[in-house]
């Protein structure tokens, strides 16, 4: 398994975009994914775990919310698209829990 890379999602050129439409084609069944990179609304942050030539096989999105309540405004980081497709290495069983303790706990 290579290792976890923070990708802020405004800074994805056209090859990555390629790639990670391919990865997430894989995962999920909704043609939307051969056109665009996201389903409904687009992430702020990407954490990807690479093949040996770089090539995505692990994604986790998030995005970046801000919910305004009476008490005032509360920061979310909200999940979006997970994909770890099935590939029979067990190499790739740990590579969620990778993304997350790399990722999830702070950008960058």
């Known amino acids: 398994m290579g290792?976890?890379?923070y990708i802020y999602d405004p800074s994805?050129?056209?090859d990555l975009d390629w790639q990670l439409?391919?990865?997430?084609?894989?995962c999920f069944?909704?043609?939307i994914f051969?056109?665009?990179r996201f389903n409904n609304e687009l992430?702020?942050?990407?954490?990807?775990?690479?093949?040996?030539?770089?090539?995505?096989?692990?994604?986790?999105a998030v995005h970046d919310k801000r919910i305004g309540s009476t008490g005032g405004e509360f920061h979310v980081d909200a999940v979006a698209e997970v994909c770890i497709p099935f590939t029979g290495e067990k190499n790739m069983?740990?590579?969620?829990?990778?993304?997350?303790t790399s990722g999830?706990?702070?950008?960058g």
């Open 3 to 5: 290792r976890v890379e």
């Open 12 to 14: 994805v050129d056209d």
């Open 21 to 26: 439409r391919i990865l997430l084609s894989k």
């Open 29 to 31: 069944k909704d043609p």
């Open 34 to 36: 051969r056109v665009r």
């Open 43 to 60: 992430p702020g942050h990407r954490w990807v775990i690479g093949d040996e030539e770089g090539a995505p096989v692990a994604h986790a």
């Open 93 to 100: 069983s740990g590579s969620f829990s990778a993304i997350c």
């Open 104 to 107: 999830c706990a702070g950008r």
